[in-house]
């Protein structure tokens, strides 16, 4: 049987991570409340959101929902067993960059595959590890405009990048999808890369 592939995503930059795994897609967001639940550890809360994006979209799907999979991720910045969130002014910001200023971070990234009943969900931890900032460039940074939508208040792709002295872990999950990760999900789905598919040579 031949499967379809929806991201459950308007997000350029996943987009683009997609595509370069060399997937045919379509892409439909989830429209989900991404609040926080009382006492929910950020692996729980990143899970979830993948699940219910997945999910959301699975759902308007109607008799198409059992020969398409369904992609939903979710990343989130985690400082100390806190999640930090896109920076509702230059105030957090600051609050948000000094802390992971000379610190090491977790960015957790989920993603999860749903098809019918069959649902596959994968967390993915990354360290970053940030050099030492000084204000003047936390605010510079903020004039960029770059980190206004950015979980963390940083973007790693972007000018952000600059602040990052180490990393541990996938960077293409820290942009917001895990290339090697998510072949792997999608081809438990039947969904191969070029690369991944059977050798059709006769031997």
């Not at 997000?11 to 892409?27: A, K, V």
């Not at 405009?145 to 790693?156: H, L, V």
Request: hydrophobic share 35%.
């Amino acid at each position: 049987m031949h499967y379809s592939l929806v991201l459950a995503s308007q997000s350029p930059r996943r987009q683009q991570l997609l595509q370069q795994l060399g997937y045919q897609f379509t892409c439909i967001p989830a429209n989900i409340n991404e609040s926080i639940h009382v006492n929910e550890s950020p692996e729980a809360y990143v899970s979830r959101l993948a699940i219910e994006k997945a999910q959301a979209v699975s759902a308007q799907l109607n008799d198409k929902a059992d020969t398409t999979v369904v992609l939903g991720s979710d990343t989130s910045v985690v400082y100390q067993n806190e999640i930090l969130g896109k920076p509702t002014n230059l105030n957090d910001c600051i609050r948000q960059l000094t802390f992971l200023s000379g610190n090491t971070h977790e960015v957790l990234t989920a993603i999860s595959a749903i098809c019918g009943s069959r649902i596959i969900t994968k967390v993915i931890t990354t360290r970053v590890t940030f050099k030492m900032l000084t204000q003047q460039e936390i605010k510079n940074y903020w004039e960029t405009g770059e980190p206004q939508d950015k979980a963390g208040s940083y973007g790693i792709q972007g000018i952000g990048g600059q602040f990052v002295s180490n990393i541990t872990g996938s960077y293409s999950a820290v942009v917001g999808l895990p290339l090697y990760e998510t072949s792997q999900l999608l081809a438990e789905f039947g969904l191969f890369t070029a690369v991944q598919q059977p050798s059709k040579d006769v031997v």
